[in-house]
């Protein structure tokens, strides 16, 4: 049911710094820079080997990220896992006890469609669903 890891997500406080770093340090190369207004958030892509690494700055500190980062401060947000079927995922998932964040796909960054998981049912880990697009 779970595939590969598709993105770790770090919320951090300025974008431009934090992917700066990245590339410079680490020589991670910067996809894209996207807004999302319905998620609150300014974020960028990078290639991290087989992964990707997701920069979360929130532009709401009413956000999600935004009341994350103020209350936890920067670093990891969630992981992120690829899924063949969406649906699927997530009834067989609360069917095994897992709560759900989204009980419905919705759309996010990239234009995918995906679905959270609640910390609480994952070990303390914020978890995204991410479904596959032939990848």
Do not use: K, W
């Not at 759309?107 to 959270?116: C, E, S």
């Not at 910390?119 to 479904?131: A, D, I, K, R």
């Amino acid at each position: 049911m779970i595939g590969r890891v598709h993105h770790v997500a770090y919320a951090v406080g300025d974008l431009r710094s934090a992917v700066a770093f990245y590339e410079e340090v680490f020589g991670m190369r910067h996809l894209q820079t996207e807004m999302s207004e319905e998620q609150g958030v300014l974020a960028a892509r990078l290639q991290a080997g087989d992964v990707e690494l997701e920069l979360l700055q929130p532009t709401n500190p009413d956000s999600p990220v935004g009341r994350f980062l103020a209350r936890r401060g920067e670093g990891m947000h969630h992981v992120a896992y690829l899924v063949p079927n969406l649906e699927r995922a997530l009834g067989e998932l609360e069917s095994r006890g897992v709560e759900l964040v989204d009980r419905e796909p919705r759309v996010g960054l990239g234009g995918r469609r995906i679905a959270f998981l609640h910390p609480q049912s994952t070990f303390g880990v914020l978890t995204e669903l991410v479904e596959e697009r032939g990848e």
